[in-house]
C-alpha cells in the first residue's frame, strides 16, 4: 500500500509540475500592446493611445487580441514582450463581428536584436464547464502580466452589442464565456485560461458597475478565425437580410411544437429575403433542407452562421411557416456589410464623413449607398459656414454623384490647391437641400 501511495504521490507532483510548466509558458506568451490611432471626428483628426492584451499564437509571432484593441485606424502598434523589450508590430486582420484580430510581430526587429519569445496553445473550450477554474491574464489598468482567478460562470452566453466594437457590430455569429475573473480595462485582448494554460477564451469585455461580470470569446470561435485571417486578412460572410429571434414562449401563438423553428424577427428592407417576400413573423423552419431550432437565443449564432458560411451569390432554400401554410423560398446571397463604412477627414473643409454602406442605407431607406454621411464638422469652418450638420447624407458635389471617398477626396484636394466655392446638394430627413462651401 505505501507502495502505491508513493506512486500516487509521485504522480500528483509530476502532473502539478506539468501544469505549472504550461502556465508558465503561457504567462511568457502574454503581451502587452500599445495602440496610437486615429479618429475623424469633429472635422478633424483626433488621435488617441489606449493600452490592451494580447497572446502570442505561434513561433512566427503572430499575437491574437480584440478587434477593439487593434483595428484599422491603428497608426502604430507597439508590443512589449515577457522580457519587458518593444517590439513594433502590424495588423493581419481584423474582424469586428466576433471582436477579434491578428497582429504579427516585426520579424526583422526581433531577429536583429536578437529577441526570444515563447507561444501558448489553444485549448478546448466546447468541454468547459460552470464552475471550472479559470485565469485572465492581461494588462489591467497597465499592469503588465497580471493574472486573476476565477471561474466558468457560464459557458454559453448569448448577447448581441451592436455598437460594441467603435461603433461596429459584434456578438450575431458567436456566443461567449462568462466569467468572474476581474477584467478590467487593459485586459481586453487577454487569454482566458484553463490551469494549465491553455488558452479556452480571449477576453473582451466587463459589465461597468457590476461585480465580477467578465465575458470572453471561446477558443472554438477565436480558431477559425485566426486561420481565416491569417490565410485571407478578412472574413467574409454571406447577408439574406432575417433577423432571428428566440421562440421561447411563443410557441402556442405559432401553433409550432417545442424546438421546432426560429422567428424571423425583422427583414431588412431590400434584402434578398425582403425581395422574395420574406416579413417579420414568419417562421423559418429548415435551411437548405436542415432543420433549424433557434427557441432559446443561445441557439440563434449557430443559426446565423449556417446562412454566413454560404457561398456569396448562393442560392439557399428557406422552408417558411405563414399561418398554416408552409412554402419553400429561395434566396440569392449577398456579401455581409456593416452598418458603418470606411471614414475620412477633409480638413480644409471642416468636414469628416463617412462612405454609405450598403447596408446603412436599406436601414434608413435611401434610395442607394451613393454619397457619404457626415458624421462631424468642426466650428468656424466653411462646411459649419455652411450649414452643413452632422447626419447630413452628402449626394452631390459640384453635381457629380459622390459614388466614393476617393472621388470627394479628389475634389477637396482640389480645392486645398486652389481654393474656390464647392456646391453640395445633402439630404436632411429625406429632403434635399444646397450648400456652398466657401474659401
Not at 118 to 128: I, K, M, P, V, Y
Not at 295 to 304: H, K, T, V
Not at 372 to 380: A, D, M, T, Y
Request: hydrophobic share 45%; proline share 5%.
Amino acid at each position: 500500500m505505501l507502495k502505491f501511495a508513493v506512486l500516487g504521490l509521485a504522480f500528483a507532483v509530476s502532473a502539478q509540475a506539468a501544469m505549472t510548466k504550461g502556465f508558465n509558458q503561457l504567462f511568457d506568451a502574454v503581451v502587452r500592446i500599445d495602440v496610437r490611432e486615429v479618429a475623424f471626428e469633429d472635422g478633424a483628426k483626433r488621435f488617441s493611445a489606449s493600452i490592451g492584451s494580447g497572446v502570442i499564437l505561434s513561433a512566427d509571432g503572430l499575437i491574437l487580441t480584440n478587434a477593439h484593441v487593434a483595428s484599422p485606424r491603428a497608426v502604430e502598434l507597439s508590443v512589449t514582450l515577457a522580457s519587458l523589450e518593444r517590439v513594433s508590430a502590424k495588423l493581419v486582420g481584423w474582424d469586428h463581428w466576433t471582436d477579434l484580430a491578428v497582429l504579427q510581430l516585426d520579424q526583422a526587429e526581433i531577429k536583429r536584436r536578437g529577441l526570444k519569445f515563447t507561444h501558448a496553445e489553444f485549448g478546448d473550450s466546447n468541454r468547459l464547464f460552470v464552475g471550472q477554474t479559470v485565469y485572465a491574464v492581461g494588462t489591467p489598468f497597465g499592469l503588465t502580466r497580471t493574472a486573476t482567478r476565477g471561474i466558468i460562470s457560464n459557458n454559453n452566453r448569448y448577447f448581441e452589442d451592436s455598437n460594441g466594437v467603435n461603433g461596429y457590430e459584434t456578438g450575431a455569429f458567436n456566443t461567449w464565456l462568462q466569467t468572474d475573473a476581474a477584467i478590467n480595462p487593459g485586459n481586453s485582448g487577454g487569454p482566458l485560461v484553463t490551469e494549465d494554460g491553455k488558452v479556452i477564451g480571449i477576453s473582451s469585455r466587463g459589465y461597468l458597475g457590476a461585480n465580477n461580470l467578465g465575458f470572453a470569446i471561446p477558443a472554438s470561435t477565436a480558431m477559425r478565425v485566426v486561420q481565416a485571417l491569417v490565410h485571407d486578412g478578412v472574413i467574409t460572410r454571406s447577408y439574406i437580410g432575417i433577423v432571428p429571434s428566440a421562440l421561447q414562449d411563443l410557441e402556442s401563438f405559432y401553433a409550432l411544437a417545442l424546438n421546432t423553428g426560429v422567428l424571423v424577427g425583422s427583414v431588412d428592407p431590400g434584402s434578398p429575403a425582403a425581395r422574395v417576400g420574406l416579413r417579420a413573423g414568419d417562421i423559418l423552419l429548415a435551411i437548405n433542407g436542415a432543420k433549424v431550432d433557434g427557441r432559446f437565443p443561445e441557439q440563434l449564432p449557430p443559426i446565423q452562421n449556417l446562412i454566413a458560411s454560404a457561398p456569396i451569390g448562393s442560392p439557399i432554400t428557406l422552408t417558411i411557416k405563414r399561418g398554416p401554410q408552409t412554402s419553400d423560398y429561395t434566396v440569392v446571397t449577398e456579401k455581409l456589410e456593416s452598418r458603418v463604412g470606411e471614414e475620412w477627414v477633409l480638413e480644409k473643409w471642416g468636414l469628416s464623413v463617412r462612405k454609405v454602406s450598403r447596408t446603412f442605407a436599406r436601414v434608413n431607406q435611401l434610395d442607394d449607398s451613393t454619397g457619404v454621411l457626415v458624421i462631424g464638422v468642426q466650428p468656424g469652418f466653411p462646411a459649419d459656414v455652411a450649414g452643413l450638420s452632422r447626419g447630413d447624407i452628402i449626394t452631390k458635389i459640384n453635381q457629380q454623384p459622390v459614388a466614393s471617398l476617393e472621388m470627394i477626396k479628389g475634389i477637396h484636394a482640389t480645392y486645398v490647391a486652389k481654393p474656390e466655392p464647392v456646391l453640395v446638394e445633402a439630404q436632411r430627413n429625406h429632403q434635399v437641400s444646397l450648400y456652398v462651401l466657401k474659401p
